[in-house]
T-cell receptor, first 118, second 114 residues
Framework: GAVVSQHPSWVICKSGTSVKIECRSL??????MFWYRQFPKQSLMLMAT?????????EQGVEKDKFLINHASLTLSTLTVTSAHPEDSSFYIC??????????????FGPGTRLTVL | QKEVEQNSGPLSVPEGAIASLNCTYS??????FFWYRQYSGKSPELIMS????GDKEDGRFTAQLNKASQYVSLLIRDSQPSDSATYLC??????????????FGGGTRVLVKP
């Protein structure tokens, strides 16, 4: 149980293009999903909290117009990196919290998407 | 600024020995604590969660929590080369408006030598 998938697992794109990453909870419903970014040899940095049916909450310093988040259903959240540039190259990881999982809020992570912008 | 601190390591451990990882956190009202294992190039995998003071054991892993000292630790018994990874300590920061966010430490890299 508690499986989270991401698609694609890796993507290479040209500077200026947009890239969409999907995050799905496969065997549970997730009212809340989280998007993280991880640069080499650094820890996870939370970018935003995605809430089903409402606007995402972005962390300080994360541009909401550049990183568009949509959480249209209880099992799917998408992150779109708009007008990507080489400095956006990173490992993007989503996590999901089981809506029925009780008060302790364990987060289960997807396998990540490695984005390379040329 | 709520913080979670870990020694970055690397923590070098002989195969079969006990690896001891430590984590301190600054937010006194934190309620739940997690240890994730992350292999190089992979995403984090939840290995332990702990919510009450004391010890919690699961297989070769034991998590220890001391809320008064704001300290949580992870012990790995009978360490195996496959345990070589970065271990991330995470603390649940309860914020109603934004959902319950996790604050991660920088991770401790563990190397188990055969």
């Amino acid at each position: 149980g508690a499986v989270v998938s991401q698609h694609p697992s890796w993507v290479i794109c040209k500077s200026g293009t947009s890239v969409k990453i999907e995050c799905r909870s496969l065997d549970f419903q997730a009212t809340t999903m989280f998007w993280y970014r991880q640069f080499p040899k650094q820890s996870l940095m939370l970018m935003a909290t995605s809430n089903e049916g409402s606007k995402a909450t972005y962390e300080q310093g994360v541009e909401k117009d550049k990183f568009l988040i949509n959480h249209a259903s209880l099992t799917l959240s998408t992150l779109t990196v708009t007008s990507a540039h080489p400095e956006d190259s990173s490992f993007y990881i989503c996590s999901a919290r089981d809506t029925a999982g009780g008060p302790w809020d364990e987060q289960f992570f997807g396998p990540g998407t490695r984005l390379t912008v040329l | 600024q709520k913080e979670v601190e870990q020694n970055s390591g690397p923590l070098s451990v002989p195969e079969g020995a006990i690896a001891s990882l430590n984590c301190t956190y600054s937010d006194r009202v934190s309620q739940s604590f997690f240890w994730y294992r992350q292999y190089s190039g992979k995403s984090p995998e939840l290995i332990m969660s702990i919510y009450s003071n004391g010890d919690k054991e699961d297989g070769r892993f034991t998590a220890q929590l001391n809320k008064a000292s704001q300290y949580v630790s992870l012990l790995i018994r009978d360490s195996q080369p496959s345990d070589s990874a970065t271990y991330l300590c995470a603390v649940n920061e309860k914020i109603k408006a934004a959902g319950n966010k996790l604050t991660f430490g920088g991770g401790t890299r563990v190397l188990v030598k055969p």
